[in-house]
């Protein structure tokens, strides 16, 4: 017995209705992912500079970045100043704030550091350095061993300053009103997701 077109109306409207229900239920996904990402401000630099300076941080962010959720913790973004200073004046190659004492966090990097400025690869290292501190710290890690190794002068002064910080004297600091207010403005870079997961030998997809 075939259909009556009575029928085919009926099919035909409830296929609408599903494939309508499915994208609505994809877009609903998709905005939730992509909010969680964290977003790049880039306030500083050229487009050249912008674009070598996503490429280098967004395996940071695609590596790092779940840990840290999985561990509760949030970066709601991370931005790139021309500069940065520490409470004496001191010049810091990258600051990390708490919001409001939650365990919410906004990373800010230099783009400069004593009139130098940062190589790409430079600044996505000060950033997974900040990150792996983070998470070390929430997710209570403990070190049981260390190999010395042969280390550049640069690497020294950076790993001074980590130790600084966790000495208290340089550490999670507010940041001033006006320089909170630059960073919502200035070129935007929203990270997605890897939809593709990331690998079993430690390389993103």
Request: aromatic share 2%.
């Given at each position: 017995m075939g259909l009556t077109p009575s029928d085919l109306l009926t099919v035909t409207l409830v296929v609408t209705f599903a494939v309508a229900i499915g994208v609505a239920v994809y877009s609903r996904l998709l905005s939730w992912h992509r909010?969680?990402?964290?977003?790049l401000r880039l306030l500083t630099g050229t487009r050249s500079q912008h674009a070598a300076?996503?490429?280098?941080?967004?395996p940071v962010v695609r590596e790092l970045i779940?840990?840290?959720?999985?561990?509760?913790?949030?970066?709601?973004s991370i931005a790139l100043l021309p500069t940065l200073a520490g409470s004496a004046g001191e010049p810091l190659q990258a600051q990390v704030e708490q919001v409001n004492g939650t365990r919410s966090f906004i990373i800010r990097l230099a783009h400069m550091v004593g009139g130098t400025l940062r190589r790409p690869e430079e600044v996505a290292g000060a950033l997974a350095e900040e990150l792996?501190?983070?998470?070390?710290?929430?997710?209570?890690?403990?070190?049981?061993?260390?190999?010395?190794?042969a280390i550049p002068a640069t690497i020294l002064v950076a790993a001074?300053?980590?130790?600084?910080?966790?000495?208290?004297?340089s550490g999670?600091?507010?940041?001033?009103?006006?320089?909170?207010?630059e960073e919502s403005e200035g070129?935007?870079?929203?990270?997605?997701?890897?939809p593709l997961g990331t690998s079993t030998n430690g390389h993103a997809s």
């Open positions: 909010s969680r990402s964290p977003r300076i996503v490429l280098a941080v967004r779940p840990g840290l959720e999985a561990a509760g913790l949030e970066i709601g792996l501190t983070l998470y070390r710290d929430a997710a209570a890690v403990t070190i049981v061993r260390q190999t010395p190794a001074e300053r980590v130790a600084a910080r966790k000495d208290g004297r999670v600091v507010p940041q001033p009103r006006a320089a909170a207010k070129n935007v870079v929203a990270f997605r997701p890897n």
